[in-house]
């Protein structure tokens, strides 16, 4: 069965840093033929974008709040996204997802993402 699962959530202080990762698994479940990307969600809050990376790896965009500070990467031979985060805030504090995309387009649109993982707490204490 296909699915994605995120790790490296935690407690952190403000100013630290996290590698988030996202393992994709299943049969024919490849992260190498669609656009990647990860979102947040915010207690009370919409999920947002937060970045994504084409197929290839060639091109990356950021939402402008977590530009300069995180980084999207992907290991294609183990099938695993990650997202490096640095200089941590407090407004940081969500649960972050990785979403597998339907097209090969970079796109920051939820309706664009068809799979899923369950998310991996990220908390940033002041």
């Known amino acids: 069965q296909a699915q994605l699962v995120e790790s490296g959530g935690g407690l952190v202080q403000a100013g630290g840093s996290l590698r988030l990762s996202c393992a994709a698994s299943?049969?024919?479940?490849?992260?190498?033929?669609?656009?990647m990307a990860w979102f947040r969600q915010a207690p009370g809050k919409e999920r947002e974008f937060v970045a994504v990376?084409?197929?290839?790896?060639?091109?990356?965009y950021y939402a402008d709040s977590v530009k300069g500070r995180f980084t999207i990467s992907k290991d294609n031979a183990k099938n695993t996204l990650y997202l490096q985060m640095n200089s941590l805030k407090p407004e940081d504090t969500a649960l972050y997802y990785c979403?597998?995309?339907?097209?090969?387009?970079?796109?920051?649109?939820?309706?664009?993402?068809?799979?899923w993982g369950q998310g991996t707490q990220v908390i940033v204490s002041s």
């Open positions: 299943g049969r024919t479940f490849s992260i190498d033929t669609m656009a």
């Open positions: 990376i084409s197929r290839r790896g060639t091109n990356t």
């Open positions: 979403a597998k995309a339907i097209s090969q387009r970079v796109t920051t649109f939820e309706s664009d993402y068809a799979n």
